[in-house]
């Protein structure tokens, strides 16, 4: 059974039209990632909650939020999307003794 | 500044020629070196984790191996099912945030 749930599997949006991703989990983990991921290149975190602690990665542009209601889900906001923004964006979780990261099976967003 | 180099960037095997993925790291403090897996269009899944130099770890035709300064992922009798690309990881900073390596594409043919 799929621990760390995306939606939707795929995205398509306009030009400066902004976009929202969901990421679930069922592990309890305390700590959630997001990862962006183009095309043969390897994922580049953008953000991380440790619980409610928001942490911003210093070349993550500000085009990019994040929320964190509660524990099982955290959400992905794209203000204005661009077409550099077209992606695979991977959410990921970790909280276990040896803190390996857990991933979903991804959003592919498509920006027209 | 930490980082992490695989290669080749796309192998080509037959089903059943045996070979090896390379992932050099440059990190201050190994807490670990992370192998996943991913396949098209899905997100990356865990393989291993290794902590320290010497240290080995096997899963069906998988094996991993660290050393000091790079790790290998040799993939024995492999088969198509086994195409994929293949992630090396290492932490970095805080709260674990992984630095990626571009990843090795595998291909194996019938």
């Known amino acids: 059974d799929a621990m760390v749930i995306q939606n939707p599997r795929y995205q398509v949006t306009q030009f400066g039209k902004p976009v929202t991703l969901s990421c679930s989990q069922t592990?309890?983990?305390?700590?959630m990632y997001w990862y962006q991921q183009k095309s043969s290149q390897a994922p580049k975190l953008l953000f991380h909650?440790?619980?409610?602690?928001?942490?911003n990665e210093a070349d993550t542009p500000d085009n990019f939020q994040s929320r964190r209601p509660n524990t099982s889900f955290c959400f992905l906001d794209i203000r204005s999307p661009g077409l550099g923004d077209a992606a695979m964006y991977l959410c990921?979780?970790?909280?276990?003794?040896?803190?390996?990261?857990?991933f979903g099976a991804g959003t592919r967003l498509s920006v027209l | 500044e930490d980082q992490v180099t695989q290669s080749p960037e796309a192998l080509r095997l037959q089903e059943g020629e045996s070979s090896s993925l390379n992932c050099s790291y440059t990190?201050?403090?190994?807490?670990?070196l992370f192998w996943y897996r991913q396949d098209p269009g899905k997100g990356p899944e865990f393989l291993f984790t290794?902590?320290?130099a010497g240290e080995e770890k096997e899963k069906e035709r998988l094996k991993a191996t660290l050393t000091k300064k790079e790790s290998f992922l040799h993939i024995t009798a492999p088969k198509p099912e086994d195409s994929a690309t293949y992630l090396c990881?290492?932490?970095?900073?805080?709260?674990?945030?992984?630095?990626f390596g571009a990843g090795t594409r595998l291909a194996v043919h019938p």
């Open positions: 990921a979780t970790s909280g276990g003794a040896e803190d390996i990261q857990y």
């Open positions: 592990l309890n983990h305390n700590v």
């Open positions: 909650y440790y619980d409610k602690d928001f942490n």
């Open positions: 990190v201050s403090g190994l807490r670990g």
């Open positions: 290794l902590y320290s």
């Open positions: 990881a290492v932490p970095s900073g805080g709260y674990n945030k992984l630095i």
